[in-house]
């Protein structure tokens, strides 16, 4: 394929994948409270599923087409752009109050699993077992969402809105054929995504001479953290600003230990040394300045934002020139 295909096939991927997440989740959220599933177990599950389901996909995708590298720059290249990117373009929006809850339990819970994936990481690849034990820390990590979130309702309900309210004698059948095939139409969109997206980036990787790990890292990481910045960027222009640190807290979770793990009981993943002297590093490095910035005031500030952004210019210029000399 010529560039120009690479280039359409990469954009078709991942429109497929951010769409087919939106429908995925719409439609089994649906499902799920139509069951009389409770709001709140949705949002803790289906619903914080679905930000990091592009993430997923892509990451099943390249391990079955043996592209492990991909994965790990999609990772950790992502979990950069939501701490340094997206929280940098909440604030700058608006200042971003952070409750002392998030402060103290959730952003240093978010650096724990970041630690996690990276230790798996550090021996220059992760195992199946290794993923086994990062895939139950993700089913940890719900079960004690859902237990702080019996203990405290109101912190949680307004972030897990009803979406279905059954009509007397319950929905018709037409109503659950149509959210079911949300629900299989989104299955297979991110399937289809994820091989339009991995097939292309693979190209492209090869076209710009760069390894699949910068492609991960860049334009994979960032097109697949599109969803989380307009979510963010919207919370914040409608002042619910501090939707985007859960936001982010969030898909970094899953970032770490479902993605990751998933992918590696599909293959064991690779990991190139680079990634584990620079690209972890900052990684964890960005997420701890993140919590030192909104720390003090329990907020993140303008300048605060604009410290991200430009830690986040510096990371991506330093992969243009190591690309370039590459």
Request: aromatic share 6%.
């Given at each position: 394929?010529?560039?120009?295909?690479?280039?359409?096939?990469?954009?078709?991927?991942?429109?497929?994948?951010?769409?087919?997440?939106?429908?995925?989740?719409?439609?089994?959220?649906?499902?799920?409270?139509?069951?009389?599933?409770?709001?709140?177990?949705?949002?803790?599950t289906i619903v914080a599923f679905g930000?990091?389901?592009?993430?997923?996909?892509?990451?099943?995708?390249?391990?079955?087409?043996?592209?492990?590298?991909?994965?790990?720059?999609?990772?950790?290249?992502?979990?950069?752009?939501?701490?340094?990117?997206?929280?940098?373009?909440?604030?700058?929006?608006?200042?971003?109050?952070?409750?002392?809850?998030?402060?103290?339990?959730?952003?240093?819970?978010?650096?724990?699993?970041?630690?996690?994936?990276?230790?798996?990481?550090?021996?220059?690849?992760?195992?199946?077992?290794?993923?086994?034990?990062?895939?139950?820390?993700?089913?940890?990590?719900?079960?004690?969402?859902?237990?702080?979130?019996?203990?405290?309702?109101?912190?949680?309900?307004?972030?897990?809105?009803?979406?279905?309210?059954?009509?007397?004698?319950?929905?018709?059948?037409?109503?659950?054929?149509?959210?079911?095939?949300?629900?299989?139409?989104?299955?297979?969109?991110?399937?289809?995504?994820?091989?339009?997206?991995?097939?292309?980036?693979?190209?492209?990787?090869?076209?710009?001479?760069?390894?699949?790990?910068i492609i991960g890292l860049t334009v994979v990481a960032i097109g697949t953290?599109?969803?989380?910045?307009?979510?963010?960027?919207?919370?914040?222009?409608?002042?619910?600003?501090?939707?985007?640190?859960?936001?982010?807290?969030?898909?970094?979770?899953?970032?770490?230990?479902?993605?990751?793990?998933?992918?590696?009981?599909?293959?064991?993943?690779?990991?190139?040394?680079?990634?584990?002297?620079?690209?972890?590093?900052?990684?964890?490095?960005?997420?701890?300045?993140?919590?030192?910035?909104?720390?003090?005031?329990?907020?993140?500030?303008?300048?605060?934002?604009?410290?991200?952004?430009?830690?986040?210019?510096?990371?991506?210029?330093?992969?243009?020139?190591?690309?370039?000399?590459?």
């Amino acid at each position: 394929m010529g560039p120009l295909i690479d280039a359409l096939c990469f954009v078709a991927g991942l429109f497929l994948l951010v769409k087919s997440a939106d429908w995925l989740v719409l439609g089994g959220a649906l499902i799920a409270e139509g069951l009389g599933v409770r709001p709140l177990v949705v949002g803790l599950t289906i619903v914080a599923f679905g930000t990091s389901a592009p993430e997923l996909a892509a990451g099943i995708g390249a391990t079955i087409r043996d592209h492990g590298e991909i994965v790990i720059g999609t990772v950790v290249g992502s979990n950069i752009a939501n701490v340094a990117l997206i929280l940098g373009v909440a604030s700058l929006i608006r200042p971003v109050p952070c409750r002392r809850p998030v402060v103290v339990r959730e952003m240093p819970l978010m650096l724990v699993a970041m630690v996690a994936g990276a230790g798996a990481m550090l021996g220059g690849g992760v195992s199946r077992w290794e993923g086994i034990a990062l895939t139950a820390g993700i089913l940890v990590y719900i079960a004690l969402a859902y237990r702080v979130a019996r203990r405290a309702p109101e912190l949680f309900e307004a972030d897990a809105p009803k979406l279905a309210t059954p009509p007397e004698g319950g929905f018709p059948a037409k109503w659950w054929f149509k959210n079911t095939a949300l629900v299989l139409l989104g299955s297979a969109g991110l399937a289809l995504g994820a091989h339009l997206l991995i097939t292309g980036a693979e190209s492209l990787a090869r076209w710009l001479g760069v390894s699949e790990l910068i492609i991960g890292l860049t334009v994979v990481a960032i097109g697949t953290s599109l969803p989380e910045l307009f979510t963010s960027a919207r919370a914040a222009m409608t002042s619910h600003s501090d939707i985007a640190v859960g936001n982010v807290v969030g898909s970094n979770v899953f970032n770490s230990l479902c993605v990751m793990g998933v992918a590696s009981l599909v293959a064991p993943l690779p990991v190139p040394e680079a990634s584990i002297v620079r690209d972890v590093p900052v990684m964890l490095g960005v997420a701890a300045l993140a919590l030192f910035l909104m720390a003090p005031r329990k907020r993140l500030t303008r300048p605060a934002g604009l410290v991200l952004l430009f830690t986040y210019a510096a990371y991506t210029a330093g992969l243009a020139i190591v690309s370039l000399r590459g």
